[in-house]
């Protein structure tokens, strides 16, 4: 398996922040760990609309939402996000952590 160098990364694209977080959650995160996840990005989401920063497919993380409660069978599109859902299924630690980027996978496959 062949590993990207942090140089050639784009972190001016949300899915290329979230993939090299997934290969290595301690540099970022401190641990894997879904509500640390989450804050990241909301804090990216954050940075993104206040400071005017386009970072791209942040927006899909949206959509992303309604994929999450479709994959889950959530039966109400109510205000839990999918930080909500995962981590009422799953909990917030690694096993919560894995299935976001699982979910998160089959998300971008399927767009």
Known sequence: MKTQSSEN??????YDI???IHRRPGLFLLRPNLEL????ISALKLTSYSDNINFKNIDK?????????K?????????????????????????????????????????
């Open 9 to 14: 990364i784009d972190f001016s694209d949300i």
């Open 18 to 20: 979230l993939d090299e």
């Open 37 to 40: 996840l989450y804050s990241f």
């Open 61 to 69: 993380l949206d959509e992303f939402n309604k994929f999450v409660h």
């Open 71 to 111: 994959k889950l069978e959530l039966k109400q599109h109510n205000s839990m996000s999918w930080f909500g859902a995962i981590s009422y299924e799953f909990g917030v630690e690694t096993i919560g952590f894995n299935k976001f980027f699982e979910f998160l996978n089959e998300f971008r496959i399927a767009d």
